[in-house]
């Protein structure tokens, strides 16, 4: 039996990878809620693993947490799904982040040049009474 | 009789494992929604009953063997729920193309109710 568990472990653990893999890519919010409920379904079947090996009995009311609460999150997401931009759900780079964040500093620059700075703490002007 | 079961049990286990392995490549390799939605659901109602199934055959005890027959009614009946609308909220979003369909009657039936719509106003 210990070779039947450790097969099935490599098996879960392979699948469970490549799961991963379709989460960290994507590429819309949807692609990694349907992952998210494989990985659900994988969970289940390591801890039915876990049983198996240590002939334990409390582990079998995890397993019906596990299913009456795995699906909440999907189903939370799929309602408040929007249209999403192309490359919206993509991870950005680090180089694409620093150029992100250069456009805005440059954009705030240019506006703050291009306003007046005659209202931002320069001389009083008119007659000061008082 | 005890080593059948076991035999049963490990038989299970492995066909459970192996549709996780399956859904994790299908995953990875199919292009669209819906067929990332078609290789996700299979461990999670066949995949999920067969690991019940050899957790069953394995400690072959009464009261374990009754929660674990609820375990699998719940999954089938969170499970199908969770993909409904995860690929509903795909098709309302315009993650769904016709043209990679082989049948879609959904897009047929909305494009003739617009229609006699139009028809019911004039």
């Given at each position: 039996m210990t070779v039947v568990l450790i097969f099935c472990g490599v098996l879960l653990v392979t699948g469970a990878v490549l799961v991963l893999v379709r989460l960290q890519r994507g590429p819309t919010m949807l692609d990694r809620t349907i992952a998210l409920d494989a990985f659900t379904a994988i969970l289940i079947g390591a801890f039915v693993l876990i049983a198996v090996a240590?002939?334990?009995?409390?582990i079998v009311p995890i397993l019906a947490v596990l299913s009456l609460v795995g699906f909440v999150g999907s189903v939370t997401i799929a309602r408040f799904a929007a249209v999403e931009?192309?490359?919206?759900g993509r991870i950005l780079t680090r180089e694409e982040v620093a150029a992100l964040e250069r456009e805005r500093l440059a954009a705030e620059d240019a506006e703050l040049a291009a306003?007046?700075?005659?209202?931002?703490?320069g001389p009083a002007q008119g007659e000061v009474t008082g | 009789m005890s080593t059948l079961l076991d035999v049963l049990a490990a038989a299970c286990l492995v066909a459970g494992s192996g549709l996780a392995l399956a859904a994790g490549v299908g995953l990875l390799r199919f292009p669209d929604l819906l067929a990332r939605s078609h290789a996700a659901t299979k461990p999670q109602v066949l995949g999920v009953l067969l690991m019940l199934a050899g957790l069953g055959f394995w400690l072959r005890s009464g009261p374990v063997t009754s929660v674990l027959v609820l375990i699998g009614l719940f999954q089938m009946v969170t499970a199908p729920v969770a993909a409904h609308l995860v690929t509903r909220a795909g098709y309302r979003t315009g993650k769904?193309?016709?043209?990679?369909?082989?049948?879609?009657e959904l897009t047929q039936d909305l494009r003739s109710a617009l229609h006699k719509e139009g028809e019911s106003e004039r």
């Open positions: 240590t002939r334990r009995r409390d931009p192309e490359g919206e306003s007046d700075d005659e209202h931002h703490g | 769904v193309t016709s043209e990679s369909l082989a049948v879609d």
